[in-house]
T-cell receptor
Framework: DAGITQSPRHKVTETGTPVTLRCHQT?????MYWYRQDPGHGLRLIHY???????DKGEVSDGYSVSRSKTEDFLLTLESATSSQTSVYFC??????????????FGEGSRLTVL | GESVGLHLPTLSVQEGDNSIINCAYS??????FIWYKQESGKGPQFIID?????DKRQGQRVTVLLNKTVKHLSLQIAATQPGDSAVYFC??????????FGQGTRLTINP
């Protein structure tokens, strides 16, 4: 499982509340990613990180922010959750060292429901 | 814009038969492709990858074929087993280790 832990695994919250999802890895991999998975859309990249304090946007970054203050933790924050952010969120790490190796290892997912 | 897609959202095969899952891509600059398997309630799991300088790659019971002329990728699973039931995603590399995923094909195995 490449030592990836996501928390919480399930969360129900109300519209307008802040939510933070945590991804923790134990193997000091450089690249970490947050994806969301929705029916009909597959997996879409939200944000990714290529090192401590180095992050960049993916294709669906609006409404999300991330932080990476330590190699092992990558946090995804919804500042003010909306119903459209109800989804399953997956954290992933890349074990490749060179560019364009691309193989990702995924966590078990965090199911978020925004009421 | 560039996209990765799948020809069929569902595929049903008899146990023991071979399965073929197809994927079309539109970014001719993509040079790396991956197939993932996702079982219910779990995260996607790497199956096999292929680079654009290859047209075929084999793994254990799986083969990936790449046809760059028509921008087509396929995953072949030999002697399909009940444990192969899952959703299968193709993905292409957009650079900087970012993957773009297709919508997935659900493979169902009939006894």
């Amino acid at each position: 499982d490449a030592g990836i832990t996501q928390s919480p695994r399930h969360k129900v919250t109300e519209t307008g509340t802040p939510v933070t999802l945590r991804c923790h890895q134990t193997e000091n991999h450089r690249y970490m990613y947050w994806y969301r998975q929705d029916p009909g859309h597959g997996l879409r990249l939200i944000h990714y990180s290529y090192g401590v304090k180095d992050t960049d946007k993916g294709e669906v970054s609006d409404g999300y922010s991330v932080s990476r203050s330590k190699t092992e933790d990558f946090l995804l924050t919804l500042e003010s959750a909306t119903s459209s952010q109800t989804s399953v969120y997956f954290c992933a790490i890349s074990i490749g060292q060179a560019p364009n190796t691309g193989e990702l290892f995924f966590g078990e997912g965090s199911r978020l429901t925004v009421l | 814009g560039e996209s990765v897609g799948l020809h069929l959202p569902t595929l049903s095969v008899q146990e023991g038969d071979n399965s073929i899952i197809n994927c079309a891509y539109s970014n001719s600059a993509s040079d790396y492709f991956i197939w993932y398997k996702q079982e219910s309630g779990k995260g996607p799991q790497f199956i096999i990858d292929i680079r654009s300088n290859m047209d075929k790659r084999q793994g254990q019971r799986v083969t990936v074929l790449l046809n760059k002329t028509v921008k087509h990728l396929s995953l072949q699973i030999a002697a399909t087993q009940p444990g192969d039931s899952a959703v299968y995603f193709c993905a292409e590399n957009e650079g900087a280790q970012k993957l773009v995923f297709g919508q997935g094909t659900r493979l169902t195995i009939n006894p």
